[in-house]
């Protein structure tokens, strides 16, 4: 035990600069190894490690070696998002249960199908008898991904029968975390609200006649109320978020927890502090954060002049948190336009004329323009890109009165759908532990007994 405080924090300090100059590595060794920096090969694809029919992202055809930018598309089980959208305005309907049945059950639903698989989702969306209090209220976190993460975990105590492995048995737990999750979200955001900032916390039971999209709006707000547009905009944005392709870092992290043959809620857990991260399902809070430096710099947010200029500073790291990124600009896949982009982009511009957030909105169209254009300026790259779905999915959360700790959470309520699917698919398909190799670079070397050191 150390004399005194500081001699501990010094012996602390000592570790801690052992740990950070422990494992250099250079750069140019992972050219020299043909190493694939996170998965991806030299020319920004990833590098494939699986099948799956779960979904796909298409950006990009690959032509005498090259990648040749084409218009994006994300399908689900084969089917063009797009098309289950519009099919869902047409009828009036919200369609996220509907997405979420494709993803599972790889059909669509007929209509009794789907009436009776929204009825199963309202059947289980509440939470199981004191897990509020016991594993909500008890232990609140200040970060609701965590506490969603926690949930999931605890979930595990109160199955019949966790650790079962069978289609069957995983598809039960699957669809009780599909209904359940955005509960789950709703209720450690209130938790969080009460604790930690001191305000008030409401406990309202979602409904069984009620979507996803409703439910949620319905358990975040003190008063239950929504409009119906309202509503319909949080289920189109849940629907894009529900499914990426099985190579995005969460998905591909179900897969491979899944491949050790562990619980379901093990494996979710792990897609969840996947989610968390800020390259990944936390990009949309850099765009918001991104925004409020941009309109507090900016005067008059529709001169494109005066927006380039700004936009060239933080491209050139001399404004905002100055890494040069455009928050909300840029994909690994879509070159193009984002198709998620778009669809959210296009349906949020009436409600803002309502929420009286058209100057706001314009803005974003604004960036969206020429962002772009000043990135191809700065950086030379013969890729062109494009708004991806982050630089609007906190925008129109912002206009439902969603606050952003939520913002990431709700891609989680979305994407517990795709991941399920990926869960399902590896228990079926799968059949091997994933096992990749890493390059060893550190020579053996003589040990040195305790009493030479």
């Known amino acids: 035990m150390m004399e005194n405080e500081s001699a501990f924090n010094d012996f602390l300090g000592k570790l801690c600069e052992m740990a950070e100059h422990n494992d250099p590595i250079d750069p140019e060794l992972y050219k020299k190894y043909d190493v694939k920096r996170g998965l991806r090969n030299a020319n920004g694809t990833g590098v494939l ?26 399908l689900y089980r084969g089917y063009n998002v797009e098309d289950l959208v519009k099919d869902a305005e047409t009828q009036g309907e919200f ?8 993803l599972l059950f790889g059909e669509l639903p007929n209509h009794s199908d789907l009436q009776n698989f929204r009825a199963l989702l309202g059947s289980v969306r509440s939470l199981p008898d004191n897990f509020t209090e016991d594993m909500i209220m008890k232990a609140p976190s200040s970060d609701i991904m965590n506490k969603m993460a926690r949930g999931v975990l605890a979930s595990y105590s109160y199955d019949k029968d966790p650790e079962g492995r069978s289609v069957s048995n995983v598809l039960r737990q699957c669809i009780n975390l599909v209904s359940r999750f955005s509960t789950l979200a709703a209720y450690a955001y209130q938790a969080k609200r009460r604790f930690f900032d001191g305000k008030s916390m409401y406990i309202h039971n979602p409904l069984p006649n009620l979507s996803t999209a409703e439910n949620f709006l319905r358990l975040i707000r003190s008063n239950k109320e929504y409009t119906d547009e309202e509503a319909k905009l949080l289920d189109l944005a849940l629907i894009l978020h529900a499914e990426h392709g099985g190579g995005n870092n969460s998905s591909l992290t179900v897969h491979v927890v899944s491949s050790a043959d562990t619980d379901t809620y093990s494996a979710v857990a792990a897609a969840v502090g996947s989610l968390k991260g800020r390259r990944h399902g936390g990009a949309n809070i850099q765009v918001a954060q991104m925004m409020d430096d941009i309109k507090e710099n900016v005067k008059d947010w529709s001169n494109e002049n005066e927006v380039r200029s700004y936009l060239e500073k933080i491209a050139s790291k001399q404004a905002f948190n100055r890494t040069g990124l455009i928050y909300g600009l840029g994909h690994a896949v879509y070159t193009v336009n984002d198709p998620r982009a778009s669809l959210l982009r296009d349906k949020a511009a009436h409600l803002a004329n309502e929420k009286g957030m058209a ?5 974003y169209r604004l960036i969206e323009k020429i962002g772009p254009e000043i990135l191809y300026e700065k950086h030379g790259d013969k890729k062109r890109i494009c708004a991806n779905v982050d630089l609007y999915s906190g925008f129109v959360y912002a206009m439902l009165g969603i606050p952003r700790e939520l913002f990431t959470p709700l891609f989680a309520v979305s994407r517990i759908a795709g991941w399920s699917a990926h869960r399902i698919e590896e228990i079926v398909a799968g059949g091997r532990i994933y096992r990749p190799a890493y390059k060893n670079i550190c020579q053996e070397r003589s040990y040195v007994p305790i009493s030479a050191r």
């Open 95 to 102: 369609a996220y249960e509907q997405c979420a049945y494709l």
């Open 359 to 363: 100057e706001e909105f314009n803005l």
């Open 49 to 74: 490690v699986g099948l799956t029919s779960v979904g796909d992202v298409v950006g990009y055809e690959i032509k005498d070696g090259e990648k040749v930018a084409i218009p994006g598309k994300l």
